[in-house]
């Protein structure tokens, strides 16, 4: 969306602090902003939505030391009555937000239609400013393979992450000292920020409505709305938080099970394949289909395909998005059919290169805000999970090492996990949660465990499905629920122990021989989006 920078007046927030009880006990957490001065936003036509920019500062315990923009879009409620703000958030962390208010207009009925939907690049991404980058040729074509079978191999990717970090360092943002600032606990102030401003450039009438927030997050957009709950348990208005990330277990662990679960959706996926044989021409056996694909792996790492840019690297991150998604599970069978029986390996490489090359803004984001959030175990320690997850489970194991590998020297402390405890910080208000059983990303089992840690919640499963952050995808169990609870607050009935509370129909894989994202719920083009911020950003 092309920038269009509104006038703002000054903006200047001074945030109180009181204390929590959370799960590592007593902590100092900011409370509802006390506004010692504030101007109306204004805002200004944009791209069929309207835009708006929000200074925040830098350092919320140093208010006066440098300020940080906001870039904001919305959609104005068209219905009556209005409910208030539904501030959004697709994921990432890295994901640029200013597109997502159109996802009012694609809740079933006119349950959206009550809501002033907000979007926002978070600060560092996109038309926010300062804004990180680092080297935008980071990503390239025909990479030295992952797996370090060689010590050779290990010193060159050591190396690589390592100076990349390094490029971060010496970046414009880090220059204008952003980096420390870049934290979870960051964007949840500036959510709460946002919340406020907004309020106070509201008409007296309607002011009361934007007392809570309410909040759709996506993928790494589910750990803001939990953190934020936390830490503004009485600003939670209505929460739909579809993604769960596993609060306990970020970022690290979520790593490693994260490796394990993409690895069986592979599988998964290769079933599929398998089922339609007269399409994709590879056989009806599966694991000879697996087999087939470590195979080709090893030839590309001999002789890469596409006029020598398609190497091992770039066919499996590729084959990434058939692990998070089934919306493109058809046109990935059809690429990946042709490298394997005619040696073209063309529109896989586009694949690789449409999710990856070019700009680092969303990477750069992704592992400033994971590399200060809570410190990743030694290097040694790194190596030998890499090597154990990669005897049995080769998919993603080294590729994801190395992608986050570059916290090793990244040049910002990191921070104590946030303690995620609901109940304990009295989050009162009903919050819908959404997951489907076997998501990689988001494992299944950390949406059981956020859902344990907030009494009032309620989790909606996707019955064997291996979609990532699939609602608003035509499933009507799951995208009706979400309009009621929009309109009326109602969830359903919370059953007793670690389990889901409504079982729906998982996302279903497209049509064999219709290529495209989906066909229903959320047009194409607005899923594209959100994949890209998922996939690029959120590795696994």
């Known amino acids: ?25 007593a902590q100092a957490v900011p409370q509802a902003p006390t506004l010692a001065s504030i101007g109306s936003l204004s805002w200004s036509p944009c791209g069929g939505l309207q835009c708006a920019d929000l200074v925040v500062p830098r350092d919320y315990k140093n208010p006066g030391a440098g300020s ?42 006119d349950a959206g239609l009550h809501y002033d939907w907000i979007g926002f690049d978070p600060r560092g991404v996109g038309h926010s400013t300062p804004t990180l980058r680092c080297n935008s040729q980071y990503f390239g074509a025909d990479r030295p393979n992952f797996v370090p079978s060689t010590r050779r191999l290990m010193r060159y990717w050591v190396a690589k992450t390592t100076r990349y970090s390094r490029q971060c360092a010496n ?52 750990y803001l709305g939990q953190v934020y709950a936390v830490t503004y348990p009485t600003r939670v208005g209505r929460f739909v938080l579809d993604g769960m990330v596993g609060p306990d277990t970020w970022w690290y662990r979520a790593n490693l099970n994260q490796e394990v679960g993409f690895d ?40 890469p395909a596409a006029n020598g840019r398609l190497g091992p690297n770039e066919l499996t991150d590729a084959m990434l998005s058939a692990g998070y998604y089934v919306y493109g599970w058809d046109s990935i069978g059809v690429a990946y059919s042709d ?24 990477y750069a984001m992704y592992l400033a805000t994971q590399c200060t959030d809570v410190l990743r175990p030694p290097w040694t320690r790194q190596v030998t999970d890499a090597w154990r997850i990669h005897q049995s ?41 959404i997951n489907e059983t076997y998501d990689a990303a988001t494992p299944f089992s950390g949406a059981l465990t956020s859902r344990g840690r907030f009494p009032t919640a309620r989790l909606i499963e996707g019955v064997g499905g291996t979609t990532h952050s699939g609602s608003l995808s035509g499933v009507s169990c799951v995208d009706n629920r979400i309009a009621q609870y929009l309109d009326t607050g109602a969830v359903p009935t919370r059953k007793p122990g670690r389990q889901s509370d409504l079982k729906c129909p998982k996302v279903p894989a497209p049509p064999v021989g219709a290529a495209r994202l989906g066909a229903h719920g959320i047009p194409d083009s607005l899923r594209a989006h959100l994949l890209a911020a998922q996939v690029h950003s959120l590795r696994g």
């Open 264 to 303: 069986r959706n592979l599988n998964i996926y290769f079933r599929w394949i398998a089922a339609h044989p007269r399409v994709f021409r590879l056989g009806t056996d599966w694991r000879a289909i697996r087999r087939g694909f470590q195979a080709q792996l090893r030839k590309l790492d001999r002789q």
């Open 1 to 25: 969306m092309k920038r269009v920078v509104a006038a703002l007046g000054a903006v200047v927030l001074v945030i109180s602090v009181s204390t929590v009880v959370g799960g590592g006990g």
């Open 393 to 433: 489970r080769p998919f993603l194991a080294w590729d994801n090492t190395w992608y986050n590998a570059p916290c090793r020297y990244w040049p910002a402390p990191s921070r104590s996990r946030i303690p995620v405890y609901g109940g304990r910080a009295g989050v009162t208000a009903p919050i819908l949660m």
């Open 171 to 222: 970046s414009a943002a880090a220059d204008k000292g952003l980096l420390p600032f870049l934290t979870t606990r960051d964007t949840v102030k500036d959510m709460e920020s946002i919340r406020a401003a907004y309020q106070a450039a509201t008409p007296l009438l309607d002011r009361p409505k934007i007392d809570k927030l309410n909040f759709y997050g996506f993928s790494y957009g589910t």
């Open 339 to 362: 490298l394997v029986r005619n040696g073209r390996g063309g529109a896989l490489f586009t694949m690789y290169a449409d999710g990856n090359m070019g700009d680092d803004n969303g």
């Open 68 to 109: 940080i923009t906001l870039q904001l879009t919305r959609k104005v409620h068209t219905r009556s009555p209005y409910r208030g703000i539904m501030l959004t958030n697709p994921g990432g962390p890295g994901g640029s937000g200013t597109y997502l208010p159109v996802l009012a207009d694609y809740v079933p009925g």
